[in-house]
């Protein structure tokens, strides 16, 4: 069974319209998974305990989502609130790599410069608290 039987089918349909699914497909997501990146692969490089510290923010944020993609680029930094919340200074654990690259691709992209900021510190404060 492939992995992307595991992804509800209206998830893109639920978060963005006909039009953004037409531009997230032509910049090569696809518009089953809302991925760049097959779900295989991610599971491999996770598999393969990818150190992601090695890796640039630009490099991880390839891994963003169709989703947070088109939203940071239509600059609705109102869907990032809940995303972006308060930083838990003790916490510790893993996050996906397209977790964090959604967060790297906010930092790096969204034009409003106090979502940008506040994405940048969520992100530093992630990579230095993987365990």
Same mark, same amino acid.
């Given at each position: 069974?492939?992995? !992307?039987?595991?992804?509800?089918?209206?998830?893109? !349909?639920?978060?963005?319209? /006909? &039009?953004?699914?037409?531009?997230?497909?032509?910049?090569?997501?696809?518009?089953?998974?809302?991925?760049?990146?097959?779900?295989? &692969?991610?599971?491999?490089?996770?598999?393969?305990?990818?150190?992601?510290?090695?890796?640039?923010?630009?490099?991880? #944020?390839?891994?963003?989502? #169709?989703?947070?993609?088109?939203?940071?680029?239509?600059?609705?930094?109102?869907?990032? /609130?809940? $995303?972006?919340?308060?930083?838990?200074?003790?916490?510790?654990? &893993?996050?996906?790599?397209?977790?964090?690259?959604?967060? #790297?691709?906010? #930092?790096?992209?969204?034009?409003?410069?106090?979502?940008?900021?506040?994405?940048?510190?969520?992100?530093?404060?992630?990579?230095?608290? $993987?365990?």
């Amino acid at each position: 069974m492939s992995l !992307e039987n595991h992804i509800p089918e209206n998830l893109l !349909e639920r978060y963005l319209s /006909q &039009e953004e699914i037409e531009r997230i497909t032509e910049v090569g997501f696809s518009p089953k998974t809302g991925l760049r990146i097959p779900l295989e &692969e991610l599971v491999k490089k996770k598999l393969q305990l990818l150190d992601i510290r090695s890796m640039t923010m630009e490099q991880v #944020a390839k891994y963003v989502d #169709a989703i947070t993609y088109i939203k940071t680029e239509n600059n609705e930094w109102t869907f990032f /609130q809940t $995303m972006l919340g308060p930083i838990q200074e003790n916490h510790q654990g &893993e996050i996906s790599l397209t977790g964090l690259g959604n967060i #790297a691709y906010v #930092a790096l992209h969204i034009k409003d410069p106090n979502v940008r900021k506040h994405a940048q510190m969520m992100y530093d404060h992630l990579l230095s608290s $993987m365990v």
